[in-house]
């Protein structure tokens, strides 16, 4: 019979592993399509940051790689997404380029103890409303163009499933209320990015059906 214990332990585990990949079957769609419609860019910069804050925040800390090596990944992702964006809307520009190594600069800057030692623990403790304004400004471009082909739902369940294990730990395991509401909220918002996306694929495979009725009549 498998414990308490020893469930909590494997969804830390599956959490870390899919965060290790969380957002490279993004990736792999967008250099598929070639297409940025219904992606957001600024959604994937405010997620940037949040991913920054909590790695600079770990790192000042001293904690061991392993222990926050999923959010590492999701920086170094969400760049090569970002870059990829920018390149697809024709938006990589040296301005562009500029003020996301400003950003990058920030972070070290906050990382080293300037402008202020303890900004990164003011940070961390709103990286949850951080992260979750990504997913509405997400859902907004989303409702804007009403095309959902060029995002990955496999990606949304993923971090789905991770926000949905990250619930149950904190509800079973650390019983920290905080936390329990950041990670409900966030998978909340993450199911909500699955279903609008199925909906508008679902309507476009009908339009789409429609119209070809219509030639062959």
């Not at 419609?37 to 405010?46: D, E, H, K």
């Not at 304004?133 to 163009?145: A, C, D, I, N, P």
């Amino acid at each position: 019979m498998v414990s308490l214990e020893n469930f909590l332990e494997f969804l830390n585990y599956t959490t870390v592993m899919c965060g290790l990949i969380g957002k490279i079957p993004q990736i792999q769609m967008l250099r598929k399509t070639k297409n940025t419609a219904g992606l957001s860019t600024t959604s994937n910069i405010i997620e940037l940051i949040a991913f920054l804050i909590v790695t600079s925040y770990c790192a000042k800390q001293g904690y061991k790689l392993m222990s926050y090596l999923e959010m590492v990944a999701a920086v170094v992702q969400t760049l090569i997404f970002l870059a990829l964006l920018m390149y697809y809307n024709k938006s990589l520009n040296a301005f562009n380029v500029g003020y996301i190594l400003v950003i990058l600069n920030a972070f070290y800057s906050f990382y080293l103890g300037y402008p202020h030692d303890k900004i990164l623990d003011y940070l961390v403790a709103v990286v949850s409303v951080i992260l979750a304004s990504s997913k509405l400004v997400q859902l907004k471009e989303l409702f804007r163009t009403k095309n959902s082909e060029n995002i990955s739902i496999f990606r949304w369940l993923l971090i789905s499933y991770m926000s949905c294990a990250r619930m149950t730990t904190n509800l079973l395991g650390t019983m920290d209320t905080a936390l329990f509401i950041s990670s409900t909220m966030a998978f909340v918002l993450n199911v909500t990015v699955v279903i609008v996306s199925l909906q508008y694929r679902k309507a476009a495979k009908e339009t789409t059906g429609k119209s070809a009725r219509r030639k062959a009549d």
